[in-house]
């Protein structure tokens, strides 16, 4: 065989063998059933509230509300069945602080007023005391998370535009000044 010959044979062997390739069947993917909420439509309602006081709208991004943070936070008490009991028992202590201070349950009361019962929240974030506050310090991250990760998050208000980098307002981590442009 000579030299030539062989370079057509291989040759023709690497055109042909992706073709082969295409004669396999995929199996049918089955689509994942829809997430079955495990929040209540009050309770839904009452986190849906606190995730837009914690992230409001402003003039640079629309808020948690927009984003649908209240959904991250029901598919993420439905992957774990202790934070889904202890935000339902945060749910409950926010109505209760509601009844306590404004005689009415919390998503009766005015804007003002959810907010002074969110700030109630957040009085001892460093250090819990009662389930009120515990509720808040795993509330928080939670509805950031779910902000940061929604299409408005992360399009938005982090202003992300797919896989290109503009790296021409970053300095670096450098301070010297011959490394400073």
């Known amino acids: 065989m000579e030299r030539r010959e ?14 082969l390739g295409q004669d396999h069947v995929h199996a049918a993917v089955a689509k994942p059933a829809p997430h079955k909420p495990v929040f209540t439509q009050a309770q ?9 006081i914690i992230i409001p709208t402003d003039d640079q991004s629309p808020g948690a509300h927009e984003a649908g943070v209240s959904k991250f936070l029901d598919l993420a008490a439905s992957l774990n ?39 109630q929240m957040a ?11 515990r509720f808040f310090t795993t509330l928080k991250p939670a509805v950031i998370d779910g902000y940061r990760y929604s299409e408005i998050g992360v399009k938005q208000f982090m202003r992300w535009e797919g896989n290109h980098y503009d790296v021409s307002d970053w300095k670096g981590a450098c301070n010297h000044k011959e490394h400073q442009s």
Do not use: Y
Request: proline fraction near 5%; glycine fraction near 4%.
């Open 6 to 19: 062989l370079f057509k044979i291989i040759a023709a062997g690497a055109v042909a063998t992706p073709a």
């Open 44 to 52: 839904d309602a009452v986190l849906d509230r606190l995730s837009d």
């Open 81 to 119: 069945p202790q934070r889904h009991q202890a935000w339902s028992r945060g749910v409950e202590a926010v109505d209760e602080a509601a009844r306590r201070k404004f005689s009415h349950p919390f998503m009766e009361c005015s804007r003002a007023q959810q907010e002074q019962i969110v700030e």
């Open 123 to 133: 009085v001892n974030e460093g250090n819990p005391e009662n389930e009120l506050e």
